[in-house]
T-cell receptor
Framework: GEDVEQSLFLSVREGDSSVINCTYT??????LYWYKQEPGAGLQLLTY?????DMKQDQRLTVLLNKKDKHLSLRIADTQTGDSAIYFC??????????FGTGTSLTVIP | DAGITQSPRYKITETGRQVTLMCHQT?????MFWYRQDLGHGLRLIYY???????DKGEVSDGYVVSRSKTENFPLTLESATRSQTSVYFC????????????FGPGTRLTVT
């Protein structure tokens, strides 16, 4: 299968920006996604970006896509304690097979 | 209730037993998916279904069986459970809009002893 890689842990102070990074191998990815998982819950879609875009902003969230380097990032501005969770990036070409990263555990320190 | 539900939420079974995990969605989404979540692996696709009576294997399908006789239900069966199938299982569904956005159920934590 395709490889999607993320760092496992990130710790930031409340009010700072968080940047979560992801690299992938499938150059034919159509959509790239960021999901959030809170303890004991399923995944919730935060945002997605189409492969012909470089950037997408949605309130406190900014997604950057470098297609040449196959690098995706999620920036969370003014990080709050409620943002503490595991964040997954995922990619899909066909909408049938989705490949997820291992998840980045974000801890926000008050 | 609207949405996607899974049952049971927790299950303990013994090696060699058959166990079925249930998934039900109320959106009439065409596509449904089963994933397993393990530490160090993220989510891996077990099976997906594009419509009733149409299913296809994902990355880690060995040891699992699915069926989809009705659009809203997508049960996952472990025919002879093994300890390596201890995991958290997530069901998801999506419609046919262009973004391929998936909606996830709350998960089933399965322990095989």
């Amino acid at each position: 299968g395709e490889d999607v890689e993320q760092s496992l842990f990130l710790s930031v102070r409340e009010g700072d920006s968080s940047v979560i990074n992801c690299t992938y191998t499938d150059s034919s990815s159509t959509y790239l996604y960021w999901y959030k998982q809170e303890p004991g819950a399923g995944l919730q879609l935060l945002t997605y970006i189409f492969s012909n875009m470089d950037m997408k902003q949605d309130q406190r969230l900014t997604v950057l896509l470098n297609k040449k380097d196959k690098h995706l990032s999620l920036r969370i501005a003014d990080t709050q304690t409620g943002d503490s969770a595991i964040y997954f990036c995922a990619e899909s070409n066909t909408g049938n097979q989705f490949y997820f990263g291992t998840g980045t555990s974000l801890t926000v320190i008050p | 209730d609207a949405g996607i539900t899974q049952s049971p939420r927790y299950k303990i079974t013994e090696t060699g037993r058959q166990v079925t995990l249930m998934c039900h969605q109320t959106w009439s989404h065409s596509y449904m998916f089963w994933y397993r979540q393990d530490l160090g692996h993220g989510l891996r696709l077990i099976y997906y279904s594009a419509a009733a009576d149409i299913t296809d294997k994902g990355e880690v399908s060995d040891g699992y069986v699915v069926s989809r006789s009705k659009t809203e239900n997508f049960p996952l069966t472990l025919e002879s459970a093994t300890r390596s199938q201890t995991s958290v299982y997530f069901c998801a569904s999506r419609g046919t809009d262009g973004s391929y956005e998936q909606y996830f159920g709350p998960g089933t934590r399965l322990t095989v002893t």
